[in-house]
Structures are given as structure tokens and as C-alpha cells.
């Protein structure tokens, strides 16, 4: 049985031949028989910009960077414990939740890494629908845990769409602050 090969071949200007329009490959004979040393990777004398979001501040809020998984599942957890503690504590109250339900937003809009801005106003308001579980009014089994989590997300629309609002509008100026920097660095001219 015969076996084609699979691979195609690789056919094109070679980097070491003399006539090439591509320059010869780091470390590898020229054409002259000289030997091209690689160059340095950064020129002498360049100074590194520290990025202004990595630095942690020295004494002041913890400053995390979250996936968008990962500020999911931190909205999320937190939301849920904050409704086991609004059942406890405070009678199930519904305003209770959706006040403590504002600094999670703020937070998860803030703590979100810059490449995953946009899933923050996603996954709020997944994280209060999840949170609702312990609060929500339930007469037994899952229909009736089920219509009280209808009915606390259709009485507690406000507070939904008001953190969904404040996550978003963080995420936005985050995203515009993002874009200005780097048409700056772009327009910078080299050092």
C-alpha cells in the first residue's frame, strides 16, 4: 500500500542564499560565508516603562486581576454568601441584597483584567440571579423556588439594572482609558 505524504513541501526563497529578498536567519552563514551574530534584544541605555495596572499598591486595597471566568465565578460565590447572610440576618430582605448587590459590581468591574472588560456587565447579572437562591420566597419544591426567584428578579429589576449599569459604565471608562494609552505609546516616538 502506497503512503502519500501528507506534509507539502516547502518551497520558497532560502534565507541563506545570497539573491534572497529575505535576510539570512540569526547565527547562520551569509551568503559571503560570514556569520550573522543575533542582536540584542533592547538597545543599551532604553528605559523600561513600567505598567501603571500590574503595580501593587503598597498599603493601600488589594488590586487583582480576574479572567472573565474568573470574575464570574467571584461575583457569583460572593453574591450567593451575601444572600445566605441577607436570609440569616436580615429576614430575606430583598433591599439588603440589592444594596450589598452594588460594591460586587463595582468590585468585579474593577478587579476584571483588561483583555476580559466586557464580560464584567455579562456576568452580573447572571451572579444576582444566583445570589436570589437563599433570599428568594419559595412555598417548597422547585416549582415553588422557582416562582419566587421569577418574582424576586421581576421586583428587584431596579437594583439589577442599576449595578448592570455601574459595571458597565466602569468597564466603558476602563476601556477608554485603555485605547488612549495605547495610541499614546503608538504615537511616542521610539527612545
Avoid: H, K
Avoid at 470574575?71 to 436570609?87: H, N, Q
Amino acid at each position: 500500500m502506497e503512503r502519500y505524504r501528507t506534509r507539502p513541501a516547502q518551497y520558497g526563497p532560502r534565507r541563506d542564499r545570497p539573491g534572497s529578498s529575505l535576510p539570512p536567519q540569526m547565527g547562520r552563514a551569509t551568503g559571503d560565508g560570514a556569520v550573522r551574530r543575533p542582536r540584542p534584544q533592547r538597545r543599551p541605555g532604553a528605559v523600561r516603562r513600567p505598567v501603571p495596572e500590574s503595580a501593587p499598591a503598597a498599603g493601600g486595597m488589594p488590586n487583582p486581576r480576574l479572567t472573565g471566568l474568573g470574575s464570574g465565578l467571584f461575583c457569583a460565590v460572593v453574591m450567593f454568601l451575601l444572600g445566605g447572610v441577607c436570609a440569616l440576618l436580615f429576614g430575606a430582605s430583598l433591599t439588603a441584597y440589592g444594596v450589598l448587590f452594588l460594591p460586587v459590581c463595582v468590585l468585579t468591574a474593577v478587579w476584571v483584567r483588561r483583555g476580559d472588560l466586557m464580560t464584567a456587565p455579562v456576568v452580573v447579572p447572571i451572579a444576582f440571579a444566583v445570589g436570589l437562591l437563599p433570599v428568594a420566597d419559595s412555598d417548597g419544591g422547585v416549582a415553588g423556588r422557582l416562582m419566587g426567584l421569577v418574582t424576586a428578579l421581576a421586583t428587584q429589576a431596579g437594583w439589577l439594572y442599576g449595578g448592570t449599569l455601574i459595571a458597565g459604565l466602569i468597564v466603558i471608562v476602563r476601556r477608554i482609558r485603555l485605547v488612549r494609552l495605547r495610541r499614546a505609546a503608538g504615537a511616542r516616538p521610539p527612545v
